[in-house]
Nanobody, 123 residues
Framework: QVQLVESGGGLVQAGGSLRLSCTIS????????MGWFRQAPGKEREFVGQ???????TVSDSVKSRFTISRDNAKNTVYLQMNMLKPEDTAVYYC?????????????????WGRGTQVTVSS
């Protein structure tokens, strides 16, 4: 059984930082691409970034230069480091395991999802 568990969310002031973690069980974290998405109230789920099987990363334009993705294979965990947070980053953040090796931004390309962790950025 595949499970993804996110952690690290919370309340932070604008300009602050948070690091989200996502630990996967039942699969190896590096066997497929892993992605991060977020969903704010009343909005569609939005792609944030992904790390490919080979370790290459991509992030969306809205978070470029502020967010980075990394992976610890020994811990079977993927991370989302978020710096210079803005109030518009407030959302529930989800990690997901892709059906593919790399470069998929649409949620339908991801088959397993965590339950999400809330990130709230105050102004």
């Amino acid at each position: 059984q595949v499970q993804l568990v996110e952690s690290g969310g919370g309340l932070v002031q604008a300009g602050g930082s948070l690091r989200l973690s996502c630990t996967i069980s039942g699969r190896t974290v590096s066997s497929n691409a892993m992605g991060w998405f977020r969903q704010a109230p009343g909005k569609e789920r939005e792609f944030v970034g992904q790390i490919s099987r080979s370790g290459d990363t991509t992030v969306s334009d809205s978070v470029k230069s502020r967010f980075t993705i990394s992976r610890d294979n020994a811990k079977n965990t993927v991370y989302l480091q978020m710096n210079m947070l803005k109030p518009e980053d407030t959302a529930v953040y989800y990690c997901a395991r892709s059906y593919y090796n790399s470069n998929r931004t649409a949620p339908e390309n991801y088959g397993y999802w965590g339950r999400g962790t809330q990130v709230t950025v105050s102004s």
